[in-house]
């Protein structure tokens, strides 16, 4: 891999990449970052958690003029905690220029965002029905936009967003600098891009596959009913220092984190529907490590960089290949690795099929966990403790009680005795799911439905999406008050070069 001083880079930016540790280039930022410093228009594809957002991150506030007043560059994010850890990074990568990124992003009092744009950031990062609020309003002007940045640009183009891409670019100077990412790039969404891009060069970094390689993928051919009791031994057998459980609709999460709570598991679900404090509150629980399971729906299957996360459950097997691409690339980052494990039906093996041909990867079947691997692996969580305890804390205390209970029974007994205690047994408590209506075939063409029949993204419109609507966009997807008069519009109105 490159060194990034030979990437052409400027010297604050460089202080700033080395103070947040990077040592060299990873293979995206290497072949992406010189060509888009020259303003060339570029489509990155790289797998996940390959450090894609550093790859646009740079050059973009590389090409930022510093003290310069106006809005200068903006980058598109699906959902808001996206948007948040982007402006994160890119405040990191601008610290020594005097750049300054701010997220615009649905769920936060919007007199708090207008005060922050007073202090002139010259980027933004920011949720399209967010920032078409503030264009309404005019507290944000994109007229003097050198570069646009669409992240998880697949997504940023399907049936959901493309009006919303269509709308905030129509505000941008046409000799701006353009740049899409993501993990996944289908064909259809490269045709699309061409429109609105000035000869584009597409720069898919060559992997053997397209998930990443330290990322074991098993599945698990499940009924529906069995999938929970099959969760639970698997989480006592692998016992993960952090989990992302996904399921299909809301309703799905909140009963599963329920359920898991029940169970003596630490979870917290997230969508959609929740308010951003509380979404802000589990994502930041879920990352210190507070809580141990996030069960989550598929918008928040993009992006999230949450270290630690070494196993990932697809509680439902995910309706789009790509979408399973992402969300198993929530572990296994910047060349760590991971574990994830897929629950399919007997009627959905069509669909796991597809996905592998997609990720050009073979999924491992692995068997059901028997009860008693279940307790076993509760057992040996036991005892790494026990020993950790003997090694590392101050037993005196505890001796002379110790001593005395050696008088009134054998040492075997009294241990297995505190074993027992200290071991959580797999717990039968009862918990009922509602089931999720089955998997659509491919191609299902019924009212607002894409080619992969799947629903116009959910703008999270509350409650009434709460049982079958899959929840991709209303995670962070915030439609603002659209003007409604809009007519029907399609991807082949962009502008044509
Ligand atoms: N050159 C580098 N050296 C070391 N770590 C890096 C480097 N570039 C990025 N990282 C780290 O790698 C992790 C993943 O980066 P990032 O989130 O940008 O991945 P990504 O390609 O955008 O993933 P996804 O497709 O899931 O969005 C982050 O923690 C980031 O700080
Ligand atoms: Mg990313």
Known sequence: MALFRELGMSEQVLHSVENMGF????????????????????????????????????PLVEKIEAGAEQLQGIVLSPTRELAVQVAEELNKIGQFKGIQTLPIYGGQEIDRQIRALKKRPQIIVATPGRLMDHMRRKTIRLSEIKIVVLDEADEMLNMGFVEDIHTILQEVPENRQTLLFSATMPRSIQNLAQRFMKEPELISVKAKEVTVANIEQHYLEVQEKQKFDVLCRLLDMQSPELAIVFGRTKRRVDELAE?????????????????????????????????????????????????????????????????????????????????????????????????????????????????????????????????????????????????????????????????????????????????????RSKGAHRGPFDQRGYRGNDRGRGSNNRGSGNDRGGFGKDRGRRDNKRSGWNPSSFPKE
Do not use: C, W
């Open 23 to 58: 040592e060299e280039a990873t293979p995206i930022q290497e072949q992406t970052i010189p060509k888009a410093l020259e303003g060339k228009d570029l489509i990155g594809q790289a797998q996940t958690g390959t450090g894609k957002t550093a790859a646009f991150g740079i």
């Open 259 to 439: 359920g898991l709570n029940k169970r003596g598991y630490s979870a917290e679900g997230i969508h959609g529907d929740l308010t951003q404090s509380k979404r802000d509150s589990v994502l930041r629980q879920f990352k210190e490590g507070t809580i141990e399971i996030l069960v989550a729906t598929d918008v928040a299957a993009r992006g999230l960089d949450i270290s630690g996360v070494t196993h990932v459950y697809n509680f439902d097997i995910p309706q789009d290949p790509e979408s399973y691409v992402h969300r198993i690339g929530r572990t296994g980052r910047a060349g760590k690795t991971g574990l994830a494990v897929t629950f399919v039906t007997p009627r959905e093996i069509g669909q796991l099929r597809m996905i592998e041909q997609l990720t050009k990867r073979k999924m491992i079947r692995k068997p059901i966990p028997t009860l008693v691997e279940a307790i076993e692996g509760q057992q040996r969580i036991t005892m790494e403790k026990l020993m950790r305890v003997i090694d590392e804390e101050d037993l005196s205390p505890y001796k002379g009680l110790a001593t005395d209970l050696l008088e009134e029974t054998d040492s075997v007994t009294l241990l297995a005795a505190a074993l027992k205690m200290l071991t959580k047994e797999p717990d039968a408590v009862e918990v009922h799911l509602t089931d999720v209506a089955p998997l």
